[in-house]
């Protein structure tokens, strides 16, 4: 089963508002999680590293203040895009590394969340 | 600059004939190379990860091979089947957090 969940799968906002997708390690504590977005046929582009208890880091060219995240617990992470708008309709996907000296770890990822602005 | 690459364009094969994928990345010395299986509007799914120190990695149907001097990564599925159909992805490790940085992946389409 699944040991990286999201949710929602899929949700529909109207412009200017905001909306919140969470990202939950089931199986393990996750003090690092990665938040991707992707476009219909492109590939993954890293918005940015969520770290539990502090803030996140932000991949160049990615609006911290319009995506917001927060990293609650050592299991949830939740992403906001505030005021959103149409382009800011995507596929939201998440990820965790589970803990351990090794840092190539095999990553989860969630099954991610479409966003739909209209 | 840094840059992943894989073949953009969709690789169609024949039932039981071997798929072939290639991943060339530029500015990166990685210490691992992952592959990853994506179906449409479905996040990733994990099947290999070959090490900078392993020229070559098996699993089941699946082969990578791992070219540090050529910086390139070769998927391999044998005895294909229509199953098999989807985008494959190389990503990389990269910076301080570990960050997963992906190619843009190649649609695999395996007809019967």
């Known amino acids: 089963g699944a040991v990286v969940s999201q949710h929602p799968s899929r949700v529909i906002c109207k412009s200017g508002t905001s909306v919140k997708i969470e990202c939950r390690s089931l199986?393990?504590?996750?003090?690092?999680m990665f938040w991707y977005r992707q476009f219909p046929k492109q590939s993954l582009m890293l918005m940015a590293t969520?770290?539990?208890?502090?803030?996140?880091?932000?991949e160049q060219g990615v609006e911290k203040d319009k995506f917001l995240i927060n990293h609650a617990s050592l299991t949830l992470s939740t992403l906001t895009v505030t005021s959103a708008h149409p382009e800011d309709s995507s596929f939201y996907i998440c990820?965790?590394?589970?803990?351990?000296?090794?840092?190539?770890?095999?990553?989860?990822f969630g099954e991610g969340s479409w966003l739909t602005v209209v | 600059s840094q840059k992943i690459e894989q073949n953009s364009e969709a690789l169609n094969i024949q039932e039981g004939k071997t798929a072939t994928l290639t991943c060339n990345y530029t500015n990166y010395s990685p210490a691992y190379l992952q592959w990853y299986r994506q179906d449409p509007g479905r996040g990733p799914v994990f099947l290999l990860l070959?090490?900078?120190?392993?020229k070559e990695k098996r699993k089941e149907r699946l082969k990578v091979t791992f070219d540090t001097t050529l910086k390139q990564s070769l998927f391999h599925i044998t005895a294909s089947q229509p199953a098999d159909s989807a985008t494959y992805l190389c990503a990389l490790i990269s910076g301080g957090y570990n960050k997963l940085i992906f190619g843009a992946g190649t649609r695999l389409a395996v007809h019967p």
């Open positions: 969520s770290n539990e208890g502090s803030k996140a880091t932000y």
């Open positions: 070959i090490r900078e120190n392993e």
């Open positions: 199986d393990f504590q996750a003090t690092t």
């Open positions: 990820s965790a590394r589970p803990p351990g000296l090794n840092s190539g770890n095999t990553i989860y």
